[in-house]
């Protein structure tokens, strides 16, 4: 790519998904307590975004494609009045759990990033909110993955709610352009097409020659993924979608050198593993997750989702808690840093894709994956630590606790955020109607679950 306002292929991705129907959007959501004073008003939070809108200019962009995909999209200038960002939803008063069945369709809404990439829609007087008296205020974000993933939730929560007065940078996020000729993009596109078909020609040969000696030097991670045991979760999720928000609290002292990634992965075992017993009848014995990763060596010029992940085997097979985490800990160890080096490789490889290459190379993975006979994982966890946030606000009233969710996909069909906001953790899980009928159960499971891996694997003394 010639401009660095092009879209890198890695983003471009989510949208060209979007067009074939498998929409990947995240969705953040902030709950403000105003406690025994007076919740904002409409115009305060309007008012609020306004204020801090340079903060976050640099969000403010669309995607524009060139015809025929000929060359890669740009990203443009779009900084509309604020207030056709955000949506004030009329539906004054609802209790939590309404709230939750109301973001579960917004959770499967697609947002066209050709005409807004992002958007904030804002409930108001939300009654029953977990660690609330008071009604509260529910602020809910939804972006285009090609302009959201993971590693820019805490610049986006810090542009929103945080103290500083500067412009935050968003890591990944290329420069805008005002505008763009699309005759004139297609045109050097075509004349550019020669060049890039043989770079990438050569970086996939590369590629497989260097897969080929890994493997023959029996290399840690170079082995194809295993084929699991299906479940009732390995089925297509439908377009419905279950949204839970679980408020977990401290975990406390863990064991050293035992993460939060990795009690969240273990309370998600023994969760899952009931779950499954009560549904199916049994749980397999190769009960897997996938955890994602943010590849923190990759340079800002790979775009935003800079992002792989590991398979992690969840043990169900061991009943002591304490040394069920330390396996899946081990396990969560063991696959990362090969994981992270080949995440790396693609992500590097991915700039070379020639931007008529793209849809093919989206489409023939798509048919892979529809061809597989049995499942490459069972859940998905992803961990972020978004920092402390005490001082965080909105028009004034401060920020009780936020989460978010990764989208669904017709392999993933059961996800879960983790969330910590300082020593405080919070969960969702997304999943689909069609998926798991009762969630609820579910929730019940994982927070009984939180409680017993805490107790069993916090150190004595």
Not at 419 to 431: A, M, P, R, S, Y
Not at 456 to 461: A, I, K, L, T
């Given at each position: 790519?010639?401009?660095?306002?092009?879209?890198?292929?890695?983003?471009?991705?989510?949208?060209?998904?979007?067009?074939?129907?498998?929409?990947?959007?995240?969705?953040?959501?902030?709950?403000?307590?105003?406690g025994s004073g007076t919740p904002p008003t409409a115009a305060e939070i309007t008012e609020h975004?306004?204020?801090?809108?340079?903060?976050?200019?640099?969000?403010?962009?669309?995607?524009?494609?060139?015809?025929?995909?000929?060359?890669?999209?740009?990203?443009?200038?779009?900084?509309?009045?604020?207030?056709?960002?955000?949506?004030?939803?009329?539906?004054?008063?609802?209790?939590?759990?309404?709230?939750?069945?109301?973001?579960?369709?917004?959770?499967?809404?697609?947002?066209?990033?050709?005409?807004?990439?992002?958007?904030?829609?804002?409930?108001?007087?939300?009654?029953?909110?977990?660690?609330?008296?008071?009604?509260?205020?529910?602020?809910?974000?939804?972006?285009?993955?090609?302009?959201?993933?993971?590693?820019?939730?805490?610049?986006?929560?810090?542009?929103?709610?945080?103290?500083?007065?500067?412009?935050?940078?968003?890591?990944?996020?290329?420069?805008?352009?005002?505008?763009?000729?699309?005759?004139?993009?297609?045109?050097?596109?075509?004349?550019?097409?020669?060049?890039?078909?043989?770079?990438?020609?050569?970086?996939?040969?590369?590629?497989?020659?260097?897969?080929?000696?890994?493997?023959?030097?029996?290399?840690?991670?170079?082995?194809?993924?295993?084929?699991?045991?299906?479940?009732?979760?390995?089925?297509?999720?439908?377009?419905?979608?279950?949204?839970?928000?679980?408020?977990?609290?401290?975990?406390?002292?863990?064991?050293?050198?035992?993460?939060?990634?990795?009690?969240?992965?273990?309370?998600?075992?023994?969760?899952?593993?009931?779950?499954?017993?009560?549904?199916?009848?049994?749980?397999?014995?190769?009960?897997?997750?996938?955890?994602?990763?943010?590849?923190?060596?990759?340079?800002?010029?790979?775009?935003?989702?800079?992002?792989?992940?590991?398979?992690?085997?969840?043990?169900?097979?061991?009943?002591?808690?304490?040394?069920?985490?330390?396996?899946?800990?081990?396990?969560?160890?063991?696959?990362?840093?090969?994981?992270?080096?080949?995440?790396?490789?693609?992500?590097?490889?991915?700039?070379?894709i020639p931007s008529f290459v793209l849809p093919m190379e989206l489409a023939a993975n798509r048919?892979?994956?529809?061809?597989?006979?049995?499942?490459?994982?069972?859940?998905?966890?992803?961990?972020?630590?978004?920092?402390?946030?005490?001082?965080?606000?909105?028009?004034?009233?401060?920020?009780?606790?936020?989460?978010?969710?990764?989208?669904?996909?017709?392999?993933?069909?059961?996800?879960?955020?983790?969330?910590?906001?300082?020593?405080?953790?919070?969960?969702?899980?997304?999943?689909?109607?069609?998926?798991?009928?009762?969630?609820?159960?579910y929730a019940t499971l994982l927070r009984e679950a939180f409680a017993e891996v805490v107790s069993?694997?916090?150190?004595?003394?």
């Open positions: 790519m010639s401009s660095p306002s092009q879209v890198q292929p890695i983003d471009a991705a989510y949208v060209l998904e979007a067009d074939r129907g498998h929409h990947l959007d995240p969705l953040n959501m902030w709950v403000f307590d105003s975004f306004r204020r801090r809108a340079p903060i976050f200019a640099q969000l403010n962009r669309r995607f524009v494609d060139v015809p025929g995909h000929l060359d890669h999209a740009y990203w443009v200038a779009d900084d509309p009045p604020i207030e056709q960002r955000i949506v004030h939803d009329e539906r004054v008063g609802l209790d939590w759990t309404a709230l939750l069945d109301v973001l579960g369709g917004l959770a499967a809404a697609a947002l066209d990033a050709r005409e807004t990439a992002w958007r904030i829609d804002v409930f108001h007087d939300v009654r029953d909110v977990p660690g609330t008296t008071t009604p509260a205020t529910v602020v809910v974000f939804r972006g285009n993955h090609s302009l959201i993933s993971g590693p820019l939730v805490h610049p986006l929560w810090e542009a929103f709610f945080g103290t500083g007065t500067e412009p935050v940078h968003f890591p990944g996020l290329g420069p805008m352009v005002p505008r763009v000729n699309r005759v004139l993009a297609a045109a050097r596109g075509i004349a550019r097409a020669p060049r890039a078909a043989v770079r990438y020609i050569r970086t996939m040969r590369a590629a497989l020659r260097d897969a080929k000696e890994l493997q023959a030097a029996g290399a840690t991670g170079s082995a194809p993924l295993r084929d699991l045991t299906s479940t009732g979760l390995n089925h297509d999720p439908g377009d419905r979608r279950t949204l839970l928000v679980l408020r977990l609290g401290t975990a406390g002292p863990l064991p050293r050198g035992f993460t939060v990634t990795a009690l969240a992965l273990t309370v998600v075992s023994v969760a899952l593993q009931r779950y499954l017993t009560e549904v199916d009848g049994q749980c397999p014995p190769d009960l897997t997750a996938f955890a994602t990763l943010a590849v923190g060596a990759a340079p800002e010029s790979l775009g935003i989702n800079r992002i792989g992940w590991t398979d992690v085997a969840l043990h169900p097979g061991i009943d002591s808690l304490p040394a069920r985490a330390a396996a899946v800990q081990a396990s969560l160890v063991e696959g990362r840093e090969a994981a992270t080096a080949a995440t790396l490789r693609r992500l590097t490889d991915a700039t070379s048919r892979r994956l529809e061809s597989r006979t049995s499942p490459r994982m069972h859940t998905v966890l992803t961990s972020i630590r978004v920092g402390n946030t005490t001082s965080w606000a909105m028009a004034g009233r401060p920020l009780l606790f936020g989460a978010g969710c990764p989208p669904l996909t017709s392999e993933a069909t059961l996800i879960h955020g983790l969330f910590g906001l300082g020593d405080d953790l919070t969960l969702t899980v997304i999943t689909s109607p069609d998926i798991m009928p009762d969630a609820q159960r069993e694997v916090r150190p004595q003394g």
